[in-house]
């Protein structure tokens, strides 16, 4: 009988030391999720910034090859050269059906660029309802148009000022004049076909997917680089 209390202390130490381990287990276990969920969230942040980085670089690295090329004479910029100071860019991307056309338009020399394209406002429903009906449009940047990763084809021009000046103008009227979206009429094809008619370029039919509309465009307009618009205002 007087063993039965060193027993019983014994057993009180082993509950001790199972209840011990299993809380420096669950710590353990505590912190290693809290690390991985920490991990994956600064993977994803370094993921967004090389994102952007990728796109300014696209961007910029034009600027740079054009910079290089520029004849070195007291001549103004763009006075000799096939290019001019600023570009209007016709694209295509990717996307989760047919993938989407836009443009790109800025100035050469800048990393700033701007985007016009024609999207249904919103996500999914808006998109399937714009197969049978008009729905409300967004005109600015969309999800991807920054993302080189997404980018399927593209076509870039040039002009010089006065031209830029005007079919920049062109651009900002015709985003604030297309309130609505359908696929088969005011799509995306259609937005930016109406862009290059009113540079003078040839256009094809719409109705085809937007990395081959692009390609199409470059291809019936013999890849032609400088654009110059006529004496008409």
Not at 147 to 176: C, G, H, W
Not at 188 to 199: N, Q, V
Not at 207 to 223: F, H, S, T
Request: with cysteine; glycine share 8%; net charge positive.
């Amino acid at each position: 009988m007087a063993n039965r209390p060193k027993r019983s202390g014994l057993c009180l130490l082993a509950a001790l030391a199972a209840l011990l381990q299993c809380e420096i287990h669950s710590a353990s276990a505590r912190e290693i999720d809290t690390r991985t969920g920490l991990e994956r969230f600064v993977s994803h942040i370094q993921e967004v910034h090389k994102r952007v980085a990728n796109a300014n670089a696209l961007v910029s690295g034009d600027a740079s090859t054009e910079a290089k090329s520029a004849p070195q004479s007291g001549r103004k910029a763009g006075s000799g050269s096939a290019k001019g100071p600023y570009y209007v860019d016709f694209r295509a991307r990717t996307a989760a059906s047919w993938g989407h056309a836009f443009v790109w338009f800025g100035k050469t020399s800048e990393r700033a660029v701007e985007v016009a394209g024609l999207t249904p406002a919103g996500d999914t429903v808006p998109y399937v309802l714009g197969h049978l009906m008009w729905v409300p449009s967004e005109t600015k940047a969309s999800y991807g148009d920054l993302d080189p990763q997404y980018l399927t084809a593209s076509y870039r021009v040039y002009l010089n000022e006065p031209d830029a000046k005007r079919v920049f103008a062109y651009i900002k009227k015709l985003q604030a004049s297309s309130p609505v979206w359908n696929a088969e009429t005011t799509n995306c094809t259609g937005f930016i076909g109406s862009i290059a008619e009113f540079m003078g370029l040839k256009v094809p039919h719409r109705w085809q997917r937007p990395e081959n509309y692009v390609n199409n465009l470059k291809a019936i307009n013999d890849g032609r680089q400088m654009i110059r618009l006529s004496s008409e205002p």
